[in-house]
C-alpha cells in the first residue's frame, strides 16, 4: 500500500486558524463504518448517539509550552529548541533549529541565562539530548520561557493558551494535543456521565513523531517514533466492564486508539500498565479493542489518516473527505470533528 494512496487536495483556507468558541459547538460528521452512511451535526449532538454502558476512552495528557528560543553560547545565534521527550529529570530529546549551530558541547542560553542546554548527544535522525541546568524548579522556569507547540500550519497566535489544552487535561507532558478532545466542555462530559456513559481517562504523552509525514512510499516501510502512555486500574476496570456487558468502547482521539491497541489482549481487554508504543496503525490492521472514534480532520498521506482508514475502510474516509471539503467542514488541530462508529 502506498503513501499516495492517501493523498487528498485541500483548499488552504479550510484549514482552521483558531478555535471555535464555545468548544462544543464545532462541527461533527457521522460516519457510518459499516454503511458509510454520512450525517453532519454540532459535536454537542454527539451525546445521541452515545448509549448507557458504553465507554469513552479519553487522554488527559496536558501539553507544555515545549518550545523555546535562545542563542548559542559566546553568539547572537537564535535557536529555537522542542522538546519532545523527557529522558531523566533535566534531560530531554529534541528538535533543534537550524541544527548546523547545535554541535556536540554546544551550550544553548535561554530568557539571560535562567535557563542553559548543553549538548550531550546526537541521536540517528538528527534530533538532540540535550542536559538542562537552572536554578530553581524546571516546569515554573519553562512555564515562563516556553511557548506553546502550535502546529506550522496554524499563523495565527493563540491569544488563550488553554484553549490548546483540553478540559479535562492533567498529565503534563505532550508536545501536541490531542486535538479530538478540545471539542469537549466540562457541561457537554457531565450531560454524557448522567447518561450512564462511562469515562475512562488514560494518558499517552504525544509526540512529534505521531505527525511526521511518511517519507517512504511503501507505507509498511514507515517507522513510528515511540511514545509514554499509562492506563491507571480504573480506566482498565471501565473498558473492560463496558467489553464484558457487549457495549462499545469509543476512542476520542488517534492517541488514545493507539494507546488502547497497544494493550489489549486478543479478546480486547486491558490491564492497567505503563510503558511505551510505536505501533503503526494501517488498513489491514484487525482492531482489537476499539469500536468507535472520534477525531479530526487529518492531513493528506498522514499516519492519522491511515489510522482512522484502517478502522472505517480507505474509500468511506476519502469519500467523507470530499464531503467535508464539499461542505466547507474546517481542517486539522483547530478544526470541525468527526464520528466513526
Known amino acids: 500500500m502506498n503513501t499516495s494512496d492517501f493523498y487528498y487536495k485541500l483548499p488552504e483556507e479550510l484549514i482552521a486558524q483558531e478555535p471555535i468558541y464555545p468548544r462544543d459547538m464545532s462541527r461533527l460528521m457521522i460516519l457510518n463504518k459499516e454503511s458509510g452512511c454520512i450525517e453532519h451535526k454540532i459535536f454537542k449532538d454527539i451525546i445521541n448517539y452515545l448509549n448507557p454502558g458504553d465507554c469513552l476512552v479519553l487522554n488527559d495528557t496536558r501539553v507544555i509550552p515545549a518550545r523555546l528560543f535562545g542563542s548559542k553560547e559566546g553568539t547572537q545565534s537564535t535557536i529555537e529548541i522542542l522538546l519532545l521527550t523527557r529522558k531523566s529529570k533535566d534531560t530531554w530529546e529534541v528538535m533543534v533549529r537550524p541544527g548546523k549551530k547545535a554541535k556536540l558541547g554546544a551550550k544553548i542560553i535561554f530568557g539571560d541565562g535562567q535557563l542553559v542546554a548543553e549538548i550531550i548527544e546526537i541521536s540517528d535522525g538528527g534530533n538532540r539530548i540535550i542536559k538542562f541546568s537552572y536554578d530553581g524548579i524546571f516546569e515554573t522556569i519553562l512555564e515562563n520561557l516556553g511557548h506553546m507547540p502550535l502546529p506550522p500550519y496554524i499563523k495565527k497566535e493563540l491569544e488563550d493558551k488553554e484553549r490548546y489544552q483540553t478540559v479535562y487535561s492533567k498529565h503534563e507532558g505532550s508536545a501536541a494535543a490531542p486535538t479530538a478532545g478540545l471539542h469537549f466542555t466540562d457541561t457537554l ?34 517507522k513510528m517514533h515511540s511514545e509514554y502512555y499509562d492506563i491507571n486500574q480504573e480506566s482498565a476496570d471501565k473498558i473492560n466492564s463496558s467489553r464484558k456487558e457487549g457495549k462499545r468502547i469509543i476512542c476520542v482521539g488517534t492517541t488514545s486508539t493507539r494507546t488502547l491497541e497497544s494493550v489489549a489482549d486478543e479478546n480486547g481487554m486491558v490491564s492497567a500498565k505503563k510503558g511505551w508504543t510505536d505501533i503503526f496503525i494501517y488498513p489491514g490492521y484487525k482492531f482489537k479493542c476499539t469500536d468507535g472514534l472520534i477525531t479530526n480532520f487529518h492531513l493528506p498521506e498522514s499516519t492519522l489518516l491511515m489510522l482512522v482508514s484502517a478502522l472505517a475502510g480507505k474509500e468511506n474516509i476519502l469519500r467523507a473527505y470530499e464531503e467535508a471539503i464539499k461542505n466547507k467542514y474546517r481542517f486539522f488541530s483547530f478544526g470541525d470533528a468527526m464520528l466513526i462508529i
Open 189 to 222: 462530559l457531565q450531560d454524557i456521565e448522567n447518561k450512564g456513559i462511562k469515562l475512562a481517562y488514560i494518558t499517552l504523552h504525544v509526540g512529534l513523531g505521531t505527525f511526521r509525514p511518511v517519507k517512504v512510499k511503501n507505507i509498511e516501510e514507515h
